[in-house]
Every structure is written in C-alpha cells, then in structure tokens.
C-alpha cells in the first residue's frame, strides 16, 4: 500500500496546494488598469499592437474581441517561447529543449494514462506503449541536455551568474535527478511506457501487487517528491502567465456596474500611509483622502 | 566598467557605486561621436559632495534626501522603510496594484531577457547598475527577507541575503530614478514581470510612507497643482491672461481671428492641455484653439484650479496623489457638463486620466475621455479644414510617446495625420509599440535638480537621440530644416534638453515640436509658415 | 540647502544657483551673478529685462513667458541669448533673484 498512497497522496498535496496559491492570487482585489500592447484580443489591430482606443469616441463603438487569436498566440508562447525566441535568441535553444523535455515527458505520462484506463477495460495497445515510450526518451535526454546546458549557461554568462541563487541550480538539479533517473529506468527497462502504464493501473485499481524495482522506483519517488515541491517555488509561473498576461497586460475593461461595486468597496478602506500628505489625525479612507480637493 | 554584485548595494555608503565615463556609453553617429567635442558631465563640488547623498552613480536628482547624523536618526528611517514595505503588500494599503505587484515579485525567473530591451541599459554600455533586474532583484529579496514569514532564515539559507542599511535605502531611492517606467523590458518578458511597476512600487514606498520624492513632481507638482492650478506655477488669473496674449499674437502673426474658449457651460469637448505647453511650447494650445475653431468645434478650456493643466504626476510616483489629481479633473469636466474630456498633448495624461484612474472614478465622474490623436484624426480628416500637404515638405519623423503607445495601443491616428500631411514622413526603428522611450518618462523630463540633467541627456535619452539622428541619416546636414514630431509635452521637454545639450539645430537642423502645430502648418488658410526654425 | 556667496552676503540657493530668497535680492547680486558667467557689466538692456522679469513675477508668483519678454524688451531670442548667456531661464531668472522655472517649463 505504501506506493498507493504515496502516489496518490502526491498528487493530491499537489492540487491542494496549487489550488491555494492560484486562489490566494486570484481573490487579490482589483488593481488599477495597467495594460501593455500588444494585446493579442484585438482582432484587427493586434499585428501592429493597436487598441480600442484608436477609435474615435470609442465608447459609442462596439468592440470586436478575438479569442482565437489569443488562444494562438498563447500556444505559441507555451509551446514555443516567442518571448525568448524574440528577446533572448541565445538563450532560446536551450530554454526550448529544456522546456521540450518537459512537455514531453508530461505528454508520455498522459498516454501512460490513457493506456492504463484502456487496459483496466481489458484492451492494450503495442502501438501506444510504443509512442509513449519513444516521446519519454526524447523528453528525458532533451529534459537532460537542457538542465545541463542551462546550469552551465548560468555559471558561465555574466549576466546571468550573480542573479542565480542556491534556489535556482536546486531546482534545476532537482529537475536534472528527475531526467536523469527516467533515463536511467529507460535503460533498465524493456518498455517503460508498459512499465509506467502497468504501475498507473495498479494504483487506479489499488492493486496490491504493485512492485517498483529499483531505478524506476527512485525516478518516481523523485518525481512525486518534486511534484510536492513544485507549488511551493516560482517554478508555477505557468500559471502566474495566466494571471501577468490576462488580468494584468491584456485587461483593458473600463468599469462596469460589477466592477464599480468592487471599488465602492476598496475605497472604503482606510489608508494607513505615513507621509504628511496623506496621513490625518482621524484615519481616512481612499474617498474621502482622494476627494475634496475642489477648490472653487 | 566595474561589475557589480547585487550585495554591493549595502557596501561603502558614502562611495558611488559606479563611475559614469562617457567614453564607456554606446558612441553616436558623427558629428556627436567624439565625447571630447561635447559638454562633458557636471561633477558635483566638494560642498555637494559633503552636504549631499551621493552613493550610486554621481548623480544626484534629489537634494532633499536627508543626511542623517547619527545611526540612530539613520535607524528611524530604516524603520520607517521596512514599515512602508509591508504595506505595499497589504489590501487596505495597496488595492490599487497588490496584484500586479505580487506577480512580478514572485514569479521572475532570472533569464534576464528584459535587460537588452531597456534603453537606458543598453545606453550605459551594459552598466549592471542600470539593469531592470539590478533594482527589482534587491528590492525583491529585500521584501522576501523581511515581508514574509521565516524570510530571514530563508535568506541566510539560499544566500539571498541582502542587507538592509542607510546605504540600501539610499541607494534604492535614487536608484528607482534611474528609470523611465517606460515598460520596454516588461513586453519582452515571458513571464509578464513588469520591472518598472516594481521601480514605481519602490517610488510609491518612499513617497507614501517616508515623503521621500523629487521635489519637481510631489512639492512643486501635484502638491502645487492641486493648490494653485499647476506644477508651473500658473494660476488661473495668470493662465487666461497668457492665452489672452496668445491669442493676440498669433491674431496679428498668422491673419486669422484666434480666439480660445473658457469655461463654457456645456460645451461638447473640454480640452485639457498642458499648462507647460502654455508656456514653453505656446504654438501648441493656439494650434489647437485654430484647429477647433475652424472645424466648428463646440469646445472649451478650463479656468479652475488644476483645470487648464492635465498633468498628473501621480501617475509616476504615488497612488495618493494620483488619485487626487484624477478626480480634481472630472470634477471639472461634470460641472462644466461636457460630453467628453479631450487629452492635450501628454502622454502620461492620457495614461493616468484615460486608463489607470479609470477605476478611481466612480459613478458620474467616469466621463468618456478621449485620447488627442483620435480627436485630431477625425477633425483632419472631417473634410472641414483644407490642407495643402506641400506645405509640410520638409523631412519629418515621428516620436511615439510611451504612455500612449506601448502603453494605450494607440499607434496609427497620428500615422495617418502625418503620412497624409508630411509628403517627406519616415519611421524611426523601432517605432510604434517597440518604441524606444524619449529618456524623460516616469517624470525624469521635469527633473533637473542638482546635475540630473546630465544623465538625461547622456544616458537616458542617448538611444533616442541617435535614433532620431539615424532617421536624418539621408540629410544629416544643418541646411536641411528637419522636424521631430513628438506629440507628448514630456518627451518635447527632453528633447530640448538633449537638443540644446548636443547643438543639434545648430550642428542638424532638427527642431521638436507637436502634431498641432504640424496640421495648421498645412492649412491653406495659414498664410505664413507657422512651424519656425529660427527666430525672426 | 547650499548657500552661496554674492556681492559680499550669503544667500539659500538650490542646487543649480538660483535664489531661494527673492526678496533679498539687489542690483549688486544680479551683477554678482553676471560676473559668474563671465559678463562684467549690466547695460541699460540687461536692466530692461531683468527688472520686466522680476516685476512680472512678484506680480504673478511665476517667470513670464519667453514670448512676453520678447515682446516687452523688443529683443529676440538670440539677443537675449546675446545679452544672458545661457538664456532667459538659465541666466536671467536667475540674475533676477527669482526661483527655477519648474514643473513641464
Ligand atoms: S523580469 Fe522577466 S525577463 Fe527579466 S529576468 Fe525576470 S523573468 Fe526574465
Ligand atoms: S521601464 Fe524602461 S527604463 Fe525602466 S527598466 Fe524597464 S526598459 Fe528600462
């Protein structure tokens, strides 16, 4: 049982604490407007960064809003990392292949997945054991190269050296155990996908028994320990890019009756700042501070 | 160029951190290429030296930072820092930007990817003080350390550790004037860190809680704004009075009856120029008031206090004042009944009053307001006023002011004023939303305390300045009048001040002037050239 | 606040030489001034504008604009860059003992 619940555990001390912190981010009050162009959801201005605003008295205009073209333009950034390939060409060869390990290490453990519900109905297929297998191996040996690379890259760069700290080569160390172990079983096994898929029945049907041999049982103890410490580090920014990128760079709404009563609210909060030109004998709230200042 | 380490913030508090040399910035096209052929850099004086902070650069935009005598008065303000740092975490405190700022404190990941898109960066010849990065990393790890729980053993632990002493503070304070909120780094990182909230966090932090700010934006800013009517000083006696004049100059030089509006009850457009235009740039308002005039505008200027100047320098540097300011004008606007407030020619107006304070104005305040160019757009192109292009040949460039571009994604109304009016128009590279900034913005253009003007013009506004010059490349020479349309009072500031810095009417014939003034220099009806090289 | 020696007193300047205290000013501090930037007489036309200068600002709390002086003196800009060498803000503000233009100017 002892892998039963470490598995599952895992997985739930994961979401759990992933959804604190996406929580914890997201109840933050509204803030200020504070967009940036591009704004991918413009439809017709977005190539040259254009907004609503462009439009004479734009608020008597409907406004055409694009989801796709930020769905695409999402894709790109994940899948791809336009930012780094625009701003940062040397870096982005390696920040891909790290990145592309990831992915596809994630991607082989889906279809892990996906194989251990189909078996668990009695079928199996060689065919997506296979595939599976093959996406693992890359994703560990590019996952690999690419820790590796950016470790040296951040000794080496002068830029890069004083703003990496103790933190950053653990995590990528840590990440670099994960890659390595996965390629270390790979080498051990005769199908690790079979392996990966067998074990993830095993534990969806709390089989008992589930046997882990050594060096798969290490790479997953690693990953189920990293998984555990992963939304516990800046390592989420895959979903701090939500929040930076949508509510923040492309949030252009003007206020709406929703939103005015959010705001009523906030500035009923007192404001506690201690410069003379703020603070009063009686504290007072954002309204009354920021008004009557009319002088006639 | 010595490099530096993010500890080094803590170290000598009396030492520089770094020495600016001229011949270590990236050079600029000839004739401005030889650093020996130029004004150098105003040193400060022994007196200075002794009576002033100065530990980061050699500059100095600040003289009212105190000099404390003791450890002791040294340690209150620490205090009073690490005060002012909590509440730049806290609801009640930091609604306004909690959110924004949170996510770029927790989630950089250090590729530093931002730094080769900062100007004043790449300006510096790759000086580490001047990293988007340097800033926001100590204050950062400053925050983790002492604004979250088991932060210092944290720090001690992953050597993050940063010091906090009078030297910090200090250096952190004028340091966060180091740059011009222009948000170039913030589109180049994947992470949506935005570098310059975290710079105008750190001003607000000083600001808000110790009443540390420059003197030319807070005291004899929004201080004098909301009191008198404007950062320049005008009063409104004084403001109608000078428009008076204006009036009757520009009557008696161009033939045609100007005549501009006041405090008209329920006019369609309150215009908001500002006040410094008035004064410094004055063919500005008055294009605007012939412009509205022969369109059949149904307009109006303001009169009241703060009415007649749309600058909000809030928006640089403290939420309190900003809002104040933000306010002050829509009241205005509903109590003349307007239908909608028209920005002047300023940038950060446009910013702060069209979009940041828009979630500050609340109920009938929130009146529509609309950017300048979209105004004039329409007004060239209604068909009301003629134009004869030809008037315009003469090679003119276009500035794209930060705050309306990068920052509002208005990018193409002026384009089509200007590639319609200017037969000899030509982009700058890069424009448009990769624009780099004018090296005035976040409030530095109206700086020039003690020898900040020096690092404007050297350092902050060194990539514009050869921008422009490189837009000239194919009439480099003096003979050919040129013309640097830069639709911002700002970044109009700066470039006075780098112009007459480098002799550059002198050496290249370049002026700067507004889009306004563009546009009446094209109406059939301005018989004499409005736009002046030179004086008669 | 930085002090400075002129015509023998010591007066509160900023940090750029310009006069904290406009009501202590006198001819011999605008001559002390001029000297500093190397003119060693104050002419007729120096007066007209530094004392249009300085009433225009006790009057209205700021400099006027370059316009109005242009028009007041009958000089143009470069005579009065002739005149005050580093110009109207710069020089003759200065001479005439009224504080730095600031905010947007
Ligand atoms: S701010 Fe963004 S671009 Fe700069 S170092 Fe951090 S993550 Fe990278
Ligand atoms: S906001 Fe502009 S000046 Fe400031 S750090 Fe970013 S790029 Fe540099």
């Known amino acids: 049982m002892f892998w039963h619940g470490f598995i599952i555990g895992s997985i739930v001390v994961f979401i759990l604490i992933l959804a604190y912190r996406i929580i914890r981010i997201a109840s933050l009050p509204v803030h200020l407007r504070w967009e940036l162009a591009p704004i991918p959801h413009e439809r017709d201005r977005s190539k040259y960064g254009g907004s609503y605003l462009e439009v004479y008295e734009w608020w008597q205009k409907p406004r055409k809003k694009s989801l796709t073209a930020v769905i695409k333009y999402m894709a790109v950034e994940i899948l791809l990392l336009r930012a780094i390939w625009k701003y940062n060409r040397a870096l982005w060869p390696l920040s891909l292949t790290f990145h592309a390990g990831i992915y596809l290490v994630i991607l082989a453990i889906l279809l892990s997945i996906i194989h251990a519900l189909v078996s668990i109905g009695g079928a199996t297929s060689e065919l997506l054991l296979d595939i599976a297998w093959i996406i693992a191996i890359t994703g560990y040996v590019l996952g690999g190269l690419g820790v590796v690379g950016l470790i040296l890259k951040r000794i080496s760069n002068e830029g890069l050296r004083p703003f990496s700290s103790f933190t950053t080569y653990f995590n990528l160390f840590f990440l670099g155990a994960v890659f390595l172990t996965g390629y270390m079983s790979w080498m051990k096994a005769e199908n690790l996908a079979a392996d990966m898929s067998l074990i993830i029945k095993q534990t969806l049907t709390l089989d008992n028994a589930i046997n882990i041999s050594y060096p798969l049982s290490l790479h997953i103890g690693l990953s189920l320990v990293f998984l555990i410490y992963l939304p516990m580090t800046n390592m989420i920014h895959f979903i701090a890019k939500y929040f930076t990128y949508h509510e923040i760079r492309w949030d252009d709404e003007p206020q709406d009756a929703k939103m005015t009563v959010k705001i009523l609210g906030l500035m009923k909060q007192p404001v506690g700042w201690a410069s003379s030109h703020i603070k009063t004998e009686e504290k007072k709230n954002w309204a009354d501070t920021s008004s009557g200042h009319e002088k006639t | ?536 | 606040m930085a002090q400075m020696e002129l015509a023998g007193n010591t007066y509160e300047v900023d940090e750029n030489g310009f006069m904290q205290e406009t009501s202590r000013w006198t001819e011999d501090v605008a001559k002390a001034y001029a000297k500093l930037e190397k003119v060693n007489e104050l002419t007729e036309e120096h007066w007209k504008a530094l004392n249009y200068l300085r009433t225009y600002y006790l009057a209205n709390g700021i400099c006027p604009m370059i316009r109005r002086l242009i028009k007041e003196t009958g000089y143009n800009l470069s005579k009065l860059y002739q005149l005050f060498p580093k110009g109207p803000a710069q020089s003759a503000c200065k001479w005439a003992g009224v504080p730095k233009p600031t905010g947007c100017v």
């Open chain 2, 1 to 536: 160029m010595k490099k530096l380490k993010l500890t080094d913030i803590a170290a000598n508090e009396n030492t520089p951190l770094t020495e600016l040399n001229i011949d270590e910035l990236i050079p600029l096209p000839p004739p401005y290429d030889r650093a020996g052929d130029l004004p150098g850099f105003r040193q400060l004086t022994e007196d200075q030296r002794q009576r002033l902070v100065c530990n980061l650069d050699g500059v100095v935009s600040y003289a009212g930072l105190p000099k404390p005598e003791n450890e002791a008065e040294k340690k209150k303000y620490i205090e009073q820092f690490l005060g002012g740092l909590k509440k730049l975490l806290d609801k009640e405190n930091n609604w306004t930007f909690l959110q924004p700022l949170i996510l770029s404190l927790d989630y950089c990941a250090q590729c530093q990817t931002c730094n080769d898109a900062c100007p004043v960066y790449l300006a510096s010849g790759r000086n580490d003080l001047y990293r988007p990065t340097y800033r926001s990393e100590i204050f950062r790890r400053l925050i983790d350390k002492y604004g979250k729980t088991g932060g210092k053993l944290r720090a001690r632990l992953t050597g993050k550790d940063i010091r906090l002493n009078w030297a910090t503070i200090t250096r952190l304070y004028e340091l966060s004037y180091r740059c011009n909120l222009c948000r170039r780094c913030a589109q180049a990182c994947p992470m949506g860190v935005d570098n310059a909230l975290i710079t105008r966090e750190l001003r607000k932090l000083f600001s808000q809680e110790l009443g540390w700010a420059p003197k030319e934006l807070h005291e004899k800013g929004t201080v004098l704004q909301l009191e008198v009517g404007s950062p320049t000083g005008l009063n409104p006696r004084v403001a109608i009075d000078n428009l008076e004049f204006l009036d009757e100059e520009f009557s008696e030089a161009t033939g045609i009856d100007v005549k501009t509006v006041w405090d008209k009850q329920g006019a369609d457009v309150l215009l908001i120029h500002s006040a410094g235009d008035i004064i410094s740039f004055p063919e500005s308002p008055i294009s605007f008031t012939i412009l509205c005039n022969a369109a059949g505008i149904n307009w109006t200027l303001s009169s009241e206090i703060g009415g007649y100047d749309g600058v909000n320098y809030g928006l640089f540097y403290d939420d309190v004042q900003l809002a104040r300011v933000a306010i002050r004008h829509a009241e205005i606007a509903r109590k003349l009944g307007v239908k909608k407030i028209v920005m002047g020619e300023c940038g950060h107006q446009h910013k702060a009053f069209i979009t940041v304070a828009d979630r500050v104005l609340t109920g009938d305040l929130n009146i529509p307001r609309e950017s300048v160019m979209t105004f004039l757009e329409n007004l060239v192109f209604s068909g009301k006023i003629e134009f004869d292009p030809s008037k315009n040949d003469f090679p003119v460039t276009l500035h794209d002011p930060c705050n309306v571009v990068r920052n509002l994604g208005i990018v193409e109304p002026q384009r089509r004023i200007l590639r319609y009016l200017c037969p000899q128009f030509r982009e700058m590279t890069p424009s448009g939303v990769d624009n780099y900034c004018c090296g005035g913005g976040g409030g530095l253009s109206v700086m020039s305390d003690v020898n900040f003007t020096d690092w404007k013009v050297n350092v902050s506004g060194r990539m514009k300045f050869k921008q422009v010059l490189e837009a000239f490349a194919d009439v480099p020479g003096p003979e050919v009048n040129k013309y640097v349309c830069a639709p911002c009072l700002n970044c109009k500031l700066q470039f006075r001040d780098i112009f007459e810095h480098y002799g550059a009417k002198e050496r290249s014939g370049i002026i700067c002037g507004g889009l306004a003034e563009l546009i009446v220099n094209a109406m059939v009806d301005i018989k004499t050239p409005f736009i002046k090289w030179f004086d008669d």
